[in-house]
């Protein structure tokens, strides 16, 4: 289980109440690296933390005009975090959106079966668990820009690994390259949406709640658009030199070239956006915070926010709903060129195509749907995308047409696709503000766990009874996924 040190807090003395921090005096010295809103003048700036209170924060005179990302320097900062958090789900996309597309061309190139190709998600479930392990550690001894950057160089060094022809690579290297990158989108991943989420948190005089599921789906639009370009990248590279329908000669590994560039652009986006926060935590604070478990909230050690996480209801109820979302998510499309190729007898060159429609839905339903999901509420929004992704699951398996298959799969993607920022949207409300990134951290680990095991089973009972059971693991997963957004409470005095 993960925990985060990076968190939003008001500084002391802003005008912003500090209800959510018990308004404790020092609560802004007892914070490694924070993001805060900057007395009264309505804008982020980034603070690093002392060992000491030789500089008590200054009082800056009478409050001028609130300031606007196109005259505050400070907002155009914070924009630019923003933009290569962006890019970091971007990046992360065209990994997970192209891995449908070769599937196919994986099996045949290095001559294995479906439960061998399973392999890859428990490599990616490998990943986050280990980041789970780590990712507390490091945050105690890493400051933001060093950790998303780690998180960056990680997913470079991976897919340099897969740049490789099967003749040069076996397939031992391939799978141990998803290790990495998942490890590495881990950390990006879980630190970025934390950051991006506790932003609004320092917004003033605006209803809570009201800016966080812009940005959040703003990132989450981004993954969706790596996902939506991947496919076609990835079916282009490998169609060409291929002879006959089963992909013979393709070539498929150059694919990765791509990623392995977006990668060294995430790698120096990071260090020059986040380079006000490059750098290590002090040992005198490190030990401040793991000394004593009994401490103000501020100084409470990782151990003992675990702790209250894992003691909180709403938090596994959370975790549940996307243990199942990124089991249907990634299930479906991973598997479904697979599926069309061996079942429904499409031209693998071809098929590879569709998850660009699933991935497209997916885009669309995250740019579209988010506001009117917050305003006529997320509880009933949600359920009511749920049972729409239920009839088009359906649809999808029960119509013997790949147009139809096609075109339910990508409204499939749409309806599915607000769902994670909304619910994390959600958590970011539903949880304390001191366990919050904890929290949120773990709600992503175990997602990944749902993103790994299902596709990976699917694997299984594909080598034994065919690539046509993805279709009642996937009707399973979307009803579990509505009985557990049943199931999550609502944060008080919002939407319902």
Same mark, same amino acid.
């Given at each position: ?174 799978? $141990? ?154 299930? $479906? ?22 998850? $660009? ?140």
């Amino acid at each position: 289980m993960s925990t985060l040190t990076t968190t939003i807090t008001p500084q002391a003395g802003s005008s912003i109440a500090l209800d959510a921090l018990g308004s404790r005096p020092n609560a802004a010295e007892s914070l490694t690296n924070t993001v805060t809103p900057a007395g009264r003048r309505g804008r982020f700036t980034t603070t690093t933390e002392t060992d000491n209170d030789d500089h008590p924060p200054q009082d800056d005179g009478p409050p001028p005009p609130p300031a606007t990302p196109l005259n505050n320097k400070n907002n155009n900062n914070t924009l630019f975090k923003l933009i290569s958090t962006g890019f970091s789900f971007f990046v992360a996309g065209v990994n997970d959106g192209s891995l449908g597309a070769l599937i196919p061309y994986v099996i045949r190139s290095y001559g294995i079966t479906t439960a061998l190709v399973s392999a890859l998600y428990a490599a990616t479930l490998a990943g986050w668990l280990a980041a789970a392990l780590t990712s507390t550690h490091l945050a105690q001894r890493l400051r933001l820009g060093y950790l998303l950057g780690l998180g960056a160089l990680l997913q470079t060094a991976a897919h340099a690994l897969r740049c490789w022809p099967p003749a040069g690579a076996p397939f031992g290297l391939f799978v $141990a390259s998803f290790f990495l990158v998942s490890l590495g989108q881990a950390y990006q991943d879980t630190f970025g949406n934390t950051f991006v989420a506790s932003l609004s948190r320092g917004e003033k005089k605006k209803k809570e709640g009201d800016s966080v599921h812009r940005w959040l789906g703003f990132i989450h639009a981004m993954y969706m658009a790596g996902c939506l370009v991947a496919p076609f990248g990835a079916t282009s590279i490998a169609a060409t030199g291929t002879v006959g329908t089963e992909g013979v000669g393709s070539r498929w590994w150059l694919f990765y070239t791509v990623p392995l560039s977006l990668g060294v652009v995430n790698f120096g986006l990071v260090l020059v956006a986040f380079r006000d926060m490059l750098g290590f935590v002090g040992r005198t604070r490190s030990r401040m915070q793991m000394a004593d478990a009994s401490e103000p909230e501020g100084k409470k050690s990782a151990s003992r926010l675990m702790k209250e996480a894992l003691n909180k209801r709403s938090v596994w109820l959370l975790s549940l709903f996307f243990f199942f979302y990124l089991g249907v998510v990634v299930t $479906a499309g991973g598997w479904v060129v697979e599926y069309l190729v061996d079942v429904r007898n499409g031209d693998i060159a071809q098929m590879g195509y569709v998850p $660009a429609g699933f991935s497209g839905g997916g885009l669309l339903g995250r740019i579209l749907l988010p506001e009117p999901t917050h305003r006529w509420g997320e509880k009933k929004m949600v359920s009511l995308y749920c049972v729409l992704c239920l009839g088009f699951q359906l649809l999808f398996w029960l119509v013997p047409n790949i147009i139809a298959a096609s075109v339910a799969i990508s409204l499939l993607g749409f309806f599915s696709g607000p769902l994670f920022a909304t619910a994390i949207s959600v958590g970011t409300r539903l949880f304390p503000a001191d366990i919050n990134a904890t929290a949120i951290s773990f709600v992503f680990v175990f997602a990944q766990i749902g993103g790994s095991v299902f596709p990976m089973v699917t694997g299984v009972l594909a080598a034994h009874t065919g690539v046509s059971a993805m279709q009642p693991v996937l009707v399973g997963l979307i009803v579990a996924m509505t009985i557990s957004w049943l199931l999550v409470p609502q944060p008080k005095g919002k939407t319902k």
